[in-house]
């Protein structure tokens, strides 16, 4: 009897086993090369006076687009940057940087 229910609880687990990892990692957006040359790939600025957008909180950087876009931050290289972006692409590109890992405090630049 008591193997018989180790049987069938193991049978109840074995789908869960099977479910693909949470974390699976993400794919860069195709339009990531419009924002990389301030940005950076991975969100850390290569520029002086740009911000650094990696590891960020998602709704913020969502927030931060959508204000570009409606003029509340009027601020030309950014309006310029997201111009042509449909709001689809501007999230995912918003996922992709909160997704990155944040640099390091301990780097000056
Ligand atoms: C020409 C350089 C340049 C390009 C290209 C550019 N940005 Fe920016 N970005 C900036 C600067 C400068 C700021 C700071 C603006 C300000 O003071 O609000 C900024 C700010 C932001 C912020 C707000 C950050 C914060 O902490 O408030 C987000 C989000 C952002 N950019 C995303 C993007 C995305 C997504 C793209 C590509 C579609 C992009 N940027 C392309 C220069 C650029």
Redesign the pocket.
Known sequence: MRVLLWFVLLALAAPLRAAPPATAPMAPPV??G??????GNDGI?T?P?????AG?RLD???Q??AD?RSGR?N?A??R???GP?TPA??DQ??AW?ASRPPCAPAAKR
């Open positions: 339009r990531l419009l924002c990389a040359a301030c940005h600025a520029l006076g740009v911000p650094n957008l960020q913020y950087l969502r931060a687009l570009y931050r601020v290289p950014m310029a940057a997201i972006l692409e501007l590109l918003a940087y």
